[in-house]
């Protein structure tokens, strides 16, 4: 799939050899397990470095900022090779970017921008593309009506991507009026209250009219859902998500839930992970496939490709690809 291109072209001619001091040691920073994905990621990563010949050092900051940087303070005294960071905050992780080169150790920021340093990799999906995923589709089935928009939050950078995403297709339905934006906001966090306490504000503030919802993520699009049907429109509003979570997964076989997007978070883990051990053993690096400004410089970027998922790709998709398992989607699925 084209989603693999990436790994694949980091592979291409690698021969890596052990550092002299036995093998290298990657540290991963993880902000937090809040939502189910981001354990694919770890035992992605850990899969990845392990087949590579490295060691990965993992610690998980519960979405505290400060806590982050001390344990990134923590894996640098330790003696890490390179240093993986998902950031709490894309701004206050610039403070782990600088720690990192005192002692010239390479970062790379995966999934989510690290703004106003001198980052050195990022490695995610395109968040933009994700946006405009999101948007088309539900702009394909519903050209015209009510359309509210709610954010993830505004300390990840990946927010406001979507968000430019979604208005790149929004945008001129919005200016002939066929689409009217009831409701734009981000969230304080990426989680299923936020999407909750914002759909029962939506409802009250739109007296009920609305017609289509795009959601940061798919924990957001759980707490709209739970609104939703407290409100006897489970299923009449257009909902999308974003991270293939298996709750959405079933509400989309449910009808509930129209659709979500998936990154190839496999893909993602193990080109982190290549890029890495690449770093660590000072092989050379596969060209990034673009830069992103985060404010301070282009940082060379591998992007892989998301991909929509409905009820009639589930099972060439996420299945597929081994994210869910085919079993956990014939649970309580029935359609309402």
């Given at each position: ?21 036995g093998k290298p040691k990657i540290g991963l920073l993880v902000h937090s397990f809040d939502t189910p994905r981001w354990h694919s990621d770890e035992k992605y990563f850990i899969e990845a470095v392990d087949q590579l010949g490295g060691v990965s050092v993992v610690k998980m900051a519960d979405n505290d900022a400060q806590k982050q940087i001390e344990q990134a303070k923590e894996m640098i005294n330790a003696g890490i090779s390179v240093l993986v960071v998902i950031p709490v905050d894309q701004f206050s992780a610039g ?242």
């Amino acid at each position: 799939m084209k989603t693999k291109i990436l790994f694949y072209l980091l592979l291409a001619g690698l021969v890596l050899v052990g550092c002299s001091s036995g093998k290298p040691k990657i540290g991963l920073l993880v902000h937090s397990f809040d939502t189910p994905r981001w354990h694919s990621d770890e035992k992605y990563f850990i899969e990845a470095v392990d087949q590579l010949g490295g060691v990965s050092v993992v610690k998980m900051a519960d979405n505290d900022a400060q806590k982050q940087i001390e344990q990134a303070k923590e894996m640098i005294n330790a003696g890490i090779s390179v240093l993986v960071v998902i950031p709490v905050d894309q701004f206050s992780a610039g403070q782990i970017v600088e720690m990192a080169h005192k002692s010239n150790i390479k970062v790379i920021a995966y999934d989510r921008l690290i703004n106003n340093c001198w980052l050195d990799y990022y490695v995610s999906s395109d968040n933009v593309r994700i946006g405009e995923i999101q948007a088309e589709y539900l702009v394909n089935t519903t050209p015209k009506g009510s359309y509210a928009l709610i954010g993830g939050p505004t300390y990840d950078n990946n927010s406001r991507m979507i968000f430019l995403g979604q208005m790149n297709i929004l945008q001129p339905y919005i200016e002939k009026g066929e689409i009217k934006l009831v409701y734009n906001v981000f969230s304080d966090y990426w989680t299923e209250d936020e999407g909750y306490r914002h759909t029962i504000q939506l409802i009250q503030s739109a007296k009920g009219t609305v017609d289509a919802i795009l959601a940061g993520n798919d924990a957001i699009a759980l707490g709209v859902l739970r609104a939703l049907k407290e409100n006897g429109m489970a299923g009449k509003v257009k909902l999308a998500g974003q991270d293939a979570d298996l709750p959405n997964i079933q509400e989309i076989m449910r009808g509930n839930q129209t659709m979500t997007v998936y990154k190839p978070i496999k893909t993602m883990a193990y080109t982190v992970a290549e890029l890495a051990i690449r770093l660590a053993n000072e092989s050379p690096v596969s060209l990034a496939t673009s830069t992103i400004s985060n404010g301070n410089r282009l940082v060379p970027s591998y992007l892989v490709n998301p991909m929509a998922i409905n009820e009639s790709n589930i099972q060439m998709t996420v299945v597929a690809e081994g994210y869910q398992e085919a079993e956990n989607l014939n649970v309580n699925v029935q359609k309402r």
